[in-house]
């Protein structure tokens, strides 16, 4: 399932920004659950968002609790990550993943997108 994900760019602390990332291939809406990593420099990847295949679970990472919002659009094929109130610490490469379970390990993910980044500036 090869994924591309965009978005990624600069914002101000406090703004908003939202990425997307799109899936290739006919199974991805009936099969697939997604997720989104991020990786800071010097750090190792850690956990965002997650949403199960039919959209009806998500899971979010503390840090990001009640800023972003994970969502999918299985006609398009693509999965969404709206990210409000954005902090300095939130500066990272963002990696969207697919999986046929969802989860909250990198290494639980097959489908890696290459990462957007994303810069929070103060």
């Known amino acids: 399932v090869p994924l591309q994900a965009y978005g990624g760019g600069l914002v101000q602390v406090g703004g908003c920004l939202g990425l997307s990332c799109a899936a290739s291939?006919?199974?991805?809406?009936?099969?697939?659950?997604m997720g989104w990593f991020r990786q800071a420099p010097g750090k190792e990847r850690e956990f965002v968002a997650a949403?199960?295949?039919?959209?009806?679970?998500?899971y979010y990472a503390d840090s990001v609790k009640g800023r972003f919002t994970i969502s999918r659009d299985n006609a398009k094929n693509t999965v969404y990550l709206q990210m409000n109130s954005l902090k300095p610490e939130d500066t990272a490469v963002y990696y969207c993943a697919a999986d046929r379970t969802i989860g909250t390990i990198p290494g639980e993910y097959v489908y890696w997108g290459q990462g957007t980044l994303v810069t929070v500036s103060s």
């Open positions: 949403i199960s295949w039919s959209g009806a679970s998500t």
């Open positions: 291939g006919r199974t991805f809406s009936s099969s697939y659950a």
